[in-house]
């Protein structure tokens, strides 16, 4: 046989096409649920990991019906809406009119204190990145942040996803005053600066990426949060007032 | 040992040539790409290491038992699919069952079908040799391709972020406080490139043999 022959060439080619087609379809049909068990699983892990939660990823679903008490989905007038949070694809809401994007939310409890989960998204040098801020009860501190990446480089930008970029977000604060000034990452000089931290030698492109993407994503969640504000200092009215009917109280008695 | 034992002399020799005499990446040059890419930090560079050591052998095996049978006007294409549907593969996996190294090694898995190493292998070698000597050729050159990767990481992360394999060695034997710093240029590529040159300026000086006749 003449495997030099064009028909041998062509015969060969189309067998060689179809057994490589075939054996990768099962090879990722087969290890599908795999993967996505261990991204909805990571995903968990993360938004534990910014308030503070550790686990290994086999205790993330027991760990994340423990703490995590309330999911909502929010439009951008603040209100809420029906919907899943955990299920809404980040990557595709933020692709469309500002208006139309739904805000998942997740609110947390850790022995008695809520926290306000707010995932992120933006982009890297090389690609996507992704995280979540968890917020103070007073939604103005920073109780703490995770970033991942998909393709950042390693030991420069992808240094994103380490303890000892993402402890420097912890009491950093978002508002001044009244003012919406969110975190921003840059080159030294950050000790006093209460809405700035430190950028990654060699990662500023993508240490651009995670200023951006706080901005642009806390943003939208404005409505939300000055309606938040304006509860809290209600309250906290409130309470002053009650406090100073109890010591009228106590006078007049 | 005859000479058509599994470990003869020639096999044995090669699976040790690439480590030195004909090192891919300081003796050939190739592969050098990567080697500058993924050394920042150790861990990257050794599993990147394992997945170059499976898909160079098992594809210089499956090369070498079609070998009568690739038409030699396509012989690249084939070559290239080969290693393609391997990469996947070995993407895939990783991503099903070692999500966490998968993550390490994000972009530069896919890169591993642009290691020239591994072509060159399979036009050098695969298509011309048996499966059994194939596959030992395949060891012995990822294995000359794994050590520089690792020497290279090993010095740019213990010297550009005071860390070995995440451990901070530096921090721990109190070198930063009597004023140490680490090495910012370390981390940047050209560091890599030039770790590389010291390398094969150290092999060339132990190594007669590299040295061309004039």
């Known amino acids: 046989m003449d495997i030099n022959k064009n028909s041998f060439t062509f015969g060969f080619t189309i067998i060689m096409v179809i057994i490589v087609a075939a054996l990768l379809s099962v090879a990722y049909i087969q290890l599908k649920p795999f993967q996505d068990r261990n991204i909805e699983l990571e995903k968990k892990q993360n938004i534990l990991s910014s308030v503070g939660i550790t686990v290994d990823r086999d205790n993330a679903e027991s760990a994340y019906l423990t703490y995590i008490k309330n999911e909502i989905v929010l439009n951008n007038k603040g209100e809420q809406v029906d919907g899943s949070a955990f299920d809404l694809d980040l990557g595709k809401e933020i692709k469309k009119d500002p208006d139309a994007q739904l805000l998942p939310l997740f609110i947390s409890e850790v022995d008695g204190a809520i926290r306000y989960i707010i995932p992120l998204r933006g982009k890297g040098l090389w690609g996507p990145i992704w995280g979540f801020i968890a917020l103070e009860d007073d939604v103005n501190k920073v109780y703490g942040a995770v970033f991942d990446h998909e393709k950042e480089t390693p030991g420069l930008g992808a240094e994103i996803n380490t303890p000892m970029f993402q402890k420097s977000f912890t009491g950093k604060t978002i508002f001044e005053g009244e003012v919406f000034t969110p975190i921003k990452v840059i080159k030294g000089g950050v000790e006093e600066d209460m809405h700035a931290v430190d950028g990654i030698s060699g990662g500023t492109i993508t240490s651009n990426g995670v200023s951006d993407m706080i901005y642009e994503r806390l943003n939208m969640y404005l409505p939300y949060l000055n309606n938040m504000k304006a509860a809290i200092e209600v309250e906290r009215v409130m309470a002053q007032i009650d406090s100073l009917v109890i010591i009228n109280d106590s006078i007049t008695e | 040992m005859g000479q058509n034992s599994l470990l003869s002399k020639k096999n044995i020799k090669l699976l040790r040539d690439p480590l ?32 170059v050591m499976v898909v160079l052998s098992v594809a210089n095996v499956l090369i070498s038992l079609m070998r009568n049978l690739i038409p030699n006007r396509i012989r690249i294409i084939v070559q290239l699919i080969v290693i393609a549907t391997l990469v996947i593969l070995v993407d895939e996996v990783l991503k099903a069952f070692v999500y966490d190294v998968s993550k390490e090694l994000s972009v530069f898995v896919g890169l591993i079908i642009t290691n020239c190493i591994i072509m060159g292998r399979l036009e050098a070698f695969g298509m011309a040799n048996k499966p059994w000597e194939s596959f030992l050729d395949g060891i012995g050159s990822s294995f000359g391709y794994a050590w520089i990767l690792i020497v290279v990481a090993f010095f740019r992360e213990l010297l550009g ?18 004023g140490y710093e680490n090495n910012g240029m370390m981390i940047l590529p050209p560091m890599a490139l030039i770790t590389v040159g010291i390398i094969i300026w150290i092999q060339r000086m132990k190594n007669k043999k590299l040295i061309e006749s004039k």
């Open chain 2, 20 to 51: 030195n005499d004909n090192n891919p990446i300081t003796v050939q040059a190739l592969g050098v790409c990567s080697a500058l890419a993924i050394t920042v930090q150790l861990k990257p560079a050794i599993v990147m290491a394992i997945s």
């Open chain 2, 161 to 178: 972020s005071g860390t070995l394999y995440g451990y901070p060695v530096l921090e721990k034997i109190g070198l930063y406080e009597i």
